[in-house]
């Protein structure tokens, strides 16, 4: 029943809150492509009445539905009783910010996840819902908005390239997902080169920016790892789970992805122990900031204030002082204040003050 | 045995210590409804003599009844003797402040759950316990104090909207969890816009308040998740617990409240993690501001206090002066000065002070 | 072999220390009291010689040797000897400060706890040794020093109110634990009382024992999870070790003294949580009273050392000075020294210094 | 292989490093003691010739050998061939600093351990290597350096004292052990002593060297918890094990070893968080510090400045200045300086600075 | 399908980014070295043409084959296709910064693990990735480039050292590993040396530098566990796959390196421990020298600045100031200025500032 919450909750656009919500696309079209292959057919086409659909499931051949856009709920409905959907599903699909899941119906296996974008504008990480339906020759991907990641795919399939075209369903469910892990990689290489750029201006020139710069950093780790850590147990899920629509040849594929959301998590973990290291530098160049200043005007004043303290003797208008009168007196007054500012000096050397 | 320490513990309204007090409400009535239905008919009642349930128990219809306010033992006595209950189940639902738990007990499960609420006047999230029991064809649900969430479930019963007219008690149950659970994202929704203005107002105006801010916030995240994190563990146990009572078609709901709940959590780490950040930046940004009004302090004195000794030589009275007699004295102390201002200017601008 | 260490331990009182020790109770006396009853009998006597218990435990009625006072080793070995206790479960008995734990002997079942006294005046939390052996038909409690936490049972017993008089020896085992750990909620609370008033202190008025405050109620908290957390698994092991010597009636009271340790254990994890938040609060006010101080020395520094400067120029005895001879002289110094001090303010309160 | 690491790691004496170095005690002589005994009889002697031990392998009484020093390795290889252990048993004897561990080969097994001192001239926690081979009526112990831990259960032997010349060899193993785990609440007594010295020095008179014994006495419990972790899990395996090497009247008293582990390492855990505690204690008491200090400095300036001032316009040389000629004018001037003086200290009282 | 990512990667050399990219050694050449042995027989050569290898194969005597350069995939290609290697493992191979792992495809077992070596120019750890493939009596080793670390046995086979001869591959396989994990040992300890250095130097001389120092063995510390955390498991899964290819008499050398990978893990966390302590006192070093700074400046200023004041009121030029008259006022006003030294001073040095 989260439709009822995510009403209220669509202003925002926080990370933090944003759980449940369903943000519509501005005046965003839904677009649906069909690509139908196997090692000698392929077919290629845009959907634009979802009953062209229907063929396709019927054939032997793999059949992979894309549907660009999720806020036209009758759309999802119509490919839902297609494919005999449960409802539950169809709301899942069409709920974004859900918490990646694997759950397996018999006759089909349904995984939600997320695909994270960098948005150099905001300098922050973005995510995207992504529900992917394996069933018997077909697979049924949604993604929030057009992207890219799975151009790469769709180009394999045209040309016939590497073995996708001679291996089945599960093969292509594989595939999207390890086109959406690999895709996490390029932006921990994108943050990586931030922490590298905010090191090297931590020992060069801290600035106040800096640590807000940090956090910022920090809340898009802690938003991946959100992504990434039931990803994990998503895709061991899928290896064990023991279903007939995955072959065992493609078990050893999952394995390979489950090891990069490994190390996915392994680097995101080094990288916010990394940044809290990085706070504590900052913090303590901003102490050795204070210090060096502290030691400048304790220098400057305590040499000074003797000395202004003799000058204001000798300024004194007593009738009686018997030095005004000498013809040393004048002389020997520098004198002595000299002999205090050396005096000074030395100790703060000792002290390495100066 | 926990009543005896209750009596001694009214006082205090601290999260921390009223861990099982029973506080009366002031003056308060208490409300018992009940709704009979299936999918054709529907009684809705409110009961003023306990003894009217007793006919709905033995009808095949589900039977809900709602009891607001846990105060007289007296009625729920009574209840407990219509339906059977363990004095055990009678005594936990009238201590108040009790964890979330489940326990089975054949013809009947029991779960406690914690209802919580943003109380804007203070700015602190409030927690209400309510007390579910599900039986073969029933639901009894005793909440604190009368509240709104549970209206629309009413709603959906009283206009046979959606498939609750269609289920059993079970989905009833489910429902109500799930309409707690809900509300849990509202509450972290109204925390994360409190973040949100926080986290603004560290960049651009901290001020002391800030942190006590933070720490309100942290205390109602530690609250909140010390009121999901059982909930998840009984809402498994519901799932897995494999009682007659719990339909098969019910299980797959409940596994989504199971993932709601998740999320719940999720979010509050998340959340938590972001507030010490914040912790860290408001500390810093603190170092920040002493660090500047030192500076200015520093760059002042450091140029005046120079200045002011040489002011003080000339201002001293000794006889023999030669400078003062000379013509070129007074303004050869002005240019001496104004060297040393700049030299001191250069030296500041160089170390990036002024 | 613990009572070799234990000889040159007896000088320290420090929770951190005395692991094994056996401290004398100064000139302490050891009370033996017996309550032997069952739904219509009841015999209570204070047990001067230890052989007179060897009746009571041939009679089939509940029979309960409370002993205040553990240091007579004789005495202990008497009573060990009567009820046929293993050797190890004698010198477990006697050595203090030994860690919450079960062990199941087949005919009798050892248990030793932690009773938990708050005491005021040190304002600290101290422990005490509670060991219990239920065998058939009769329950051993042995206690370092003479409470008053026991004594309610022992009206419930006299007075036949509540079903302790119906049930067995289990039950009353139940009710020691339960009056155990029924006595750390009202510890929790005290302390809670406490990390509130530290609360309202910190914000209004934080003063440098504050701190010291927070570390002792820290400490508090170790001490008490230390006491809790393995009495948790003490409690658990008793639920699950289907030992003859609990009756099924009874495992479901056990499961709800289990709730209350969890519940126990879960507050006091969220006081440290929150008594660690208070430590960064106090740290920055801190700060924050350094950061007031500086600004309102820099601010009356700052005004002032420049216009001590002027002040300095004129106060100079130069022969040549046009200036001095001039009748706007003096009012004009004045004009440019309020000039100055003018735009030190302005730049000051733009700054939001004063 | 990690002889070849080892030779070139003798230099260093650092806990962190010396994971597998051999340190030859200097010039050190091995010396071999055999307690040879049954409930009867008993023989003592030095072995000096290591041929001598194998007539007491056949006998039927228990053997126990024990070598004080391991870096002659002929000698080890000797005894390793008379009792038929295994090549990399007598590595790991033979290797310093290896981790606690259990090893059962059938018909021995193999046991090492960490026994611990405290260097009161360096102030530190030192360790060294208890290898314990139990097999058939025979125990060999091997440490670095002659110890005097073992003493008393040589005492017991010869004297008969306890149950131990009634008992096998695994009760002599047991004893062993027992012997090392009480040794450790030696230690953690003298460091529970320096952290409650620590404690109030920091209250009463914090120093700077106070952070550097913080930090010392957490590496002795890290090194400590090194030491005791894993022999938590050795003592657990032995228990569990099901050799006939240990029978079940002494599985009883590795439980309560096993205890006595858990308690150490619960005092460890203690320790740190009380020590963490301390050192934020000690952070805040130097801000207190800091703040005093500028408090005075302030205060003092913040009086002085403004009078020194008024002095200084009053000492300005110009020629028409009505003041000056003014018979008030000096009592004026003081009566002024008075008033802002008088409202100065008003402003720091309301302050609390005074 | 890693390698699609690892194109654009290739620019950056950082730990946290580099996860997938294969950066090809400049103008590296591969070496293939063959080593083929039993108890009497001795082959070895260098490879120049990959076929050579396919006589090896067939015979009963151990081959191993080492390549150090992973650059030219058409040569592992060669070799995969020689010893029937699946064509993830050679994709494995070949990409650089993966996770330690273990593969059982029955006839042949695939480990990849990291070899460390510690630059000494830049003062950073460096990782290499080693992949070894143990099939029937032959083993292949990867490394990226050209190490030392094999040389040793190396050594060994040629002089027939040890009982490495008389062993299988099996043997030979766990001797690499263990030449991979005592060389981490190397590493650590030359860690340990800097640890200590800095440790001196906090309490002597703390600079600046010295936190970047900690840092950047944090970041190696990091570095170290994410590629030692997941050996442990590699080892672990080694002993216990049961995989005919292991013989019995392997496993006890197996959980030999197993015990030594905890060993290093232990010491890599406790290293960790140390160095936050370590930025503790960094800190509060730098506090304590505030205060220090701080104390100096206060006590200078606070003596001098009323003094300053008291010349000033007298160089006043008010007519009518009866102290100047006096012969006493010159002598009188030092008296003043002396006893308000005298008490200043004996104020601090009651706080302990002087």
């Not at 959907?85 to 296996?109: A, M, V, W």
Request: proline residues 3%; charged residues 25%.
């Amino acid at each position: 029943m989260p439709r009822v919450v995510s009403k209220n909750s669509e202003k925002t656009d926080n990370h933090l809150v944003n759980v449940l919500q369903i943000k519509d696309a501005k005046a965003g079209r839904v677009r649906i492509t069909l690509i139908d292959y196997d090692e000698s057919n392929l077919v290629e086409k845009e959907i634009t009445h979802i009953q062209e659909c229907k063929v396709f499931r019927e054939k032997q051949t793999v059949t992979w539905i894309n549907v660009d856009g999720i806020h036209k709920l009758d759309i999802i409905d119509d490919l839902g009783r297609i494919f005999d959907l449960h409802p539950l599903i169809l709301e899942s699909i069409t709920t974004k910010n859900q918490r990646p899941k694997i759950e397996d119906f018999g006759n089909y296996i349904f995984v939600i996840l997320k695909m994270l974008h960098y948005d150099e504008k905001h300098a922050r990480v973005n995510g995207e819902q992504v529900s992917i339906v394996l069933g018997h020759n077909f697979v049924l991907s949604f993604q929030e908005s057009k992207g890219e990641v799975f151009n790469p795919i769709r180009g394999w399939i045209r040309n016939n390239k590497g073995k996708i075209r001679k291996m089945g369903a599960d093969y292509l469910m594989y595939s999207l997902i390890d086109a959406v892990v690999d895709n996490y990689f390029v932006i921990l290489e994108r943050l990586g080169e931030k922490i590298e750029c905010l090191e090297e201006a931590l020992v060069n020139n801290p600035k106040p920016e800096t640590l807000g710069i940090i956090h910022r950093i920090k809340k898009d780790m802690i938003f991946m790892r959100k992504s990434v850590w039931p990803l994990r147990e998503v895709i061991a899920a899928l290896e064990r789970i023991g279903s007939p629509l995955i072959r065992k040849s493609t078990q050893l594929y999952l394995k390979d992805v489950y090891d990069h959301t490994i190390q996915v998590i392994d680097t995101i973990e080094e990288s916010r122990d990394m940044l809290s290291g990085m706070t504590d530098i900052y913090l303590s160049s901003l102490s050795n900031r204070l210090n060096e200043v502290m030691k400048v005007l304790t220098v400057i004043a305590t040499i000074f204030i003797p000395l202004t303290f003799i000058t204001g003797v000798y300024g004194m208008n007593f009738r009686y002082m018997p030095e005004l009168e000498s013809r040393l007196g004048y002389p020997g007054a520098w004198l002595v204040m000299l002999l205090i500012a050396i005096i000074m000096l030395i100790y703060f050397r000792r002290r390495k003050w100066v």
